[in-house]
């Protein structure tokens, strides 16, 4: 799991996006599906809302969280065939180790939206329309379910640590 940071400062009628190139130097592509998503939208609802722009950013980025999802189940699952394959230049440990660390930086990189999105769903931001407010309920559910993909996988890894197979 790599991470970048994006950054948002909005008030009513501006945005200012930042972000950092990623752990290997690239910057993630999801701005641009971002601002296609957004586009979209925009000429289905009539509105420039900001609150659209926010929204097709956060909707972006969770729906790539369920590859990374995917991913370490992919990687759970190679762990458990390499640990019940019994071969001796297998490196279970060291892969378990690696699994378990790059599940905390996602439940890290996840774990934040959460309250982010609740704050828009509770229309603390008094600018979003409403037509644009919705649309964050079903971008939090998705965040909701990345986290309980996240947690079923730290528990395999725990149930295959304390049954001794790692």
Do not use: K
């Amino acid at each position: 799991v790599t991470t970048c940071e994006i950054d948002l400062l909005f008030g009513q009628g501006w945005i200012v996006s930042m972000r950092d190139a990623g752990d290997d130097g690239t910057l993630p592509g999801s701005i641009d599906a971002a601002r296609s998503l957004y586009e979209r939208h925009r000429f289905e609802h009539g509105s420039s809302d900001e609150g659209f722009i926010v929204w097709a950013l956060f909707d972006t980025i969770v729906d790539g969280y369920f590859t990374i999802a995917e991913g370490i189940d992919e990687r759970l699952e190679m762990l458990e065939d390499l640990v019940l394959s019994e071969r001796p230049e297998s490196d279970a440990n060291g892969e378990a180790f690696t699994l378990r660390r790059s599940l905390v930086t996602f439940r890290r990189a996840v774990t934040p939206l959460r309250e982010a999105i609740s704050t828009v769903l509770r229309r603390e931001v008094t600018y979003f329309a409403d037509s644009a407010i919705t649309h964050f309920q079903d971008v939090l559910d998705h965040v909701l379910r990345v986290l309980d993909m996240i947690e079923r996988s730290e528990e395999h890894t725990s149930e295959l640590q304390s049954r001794g197979l790692i």
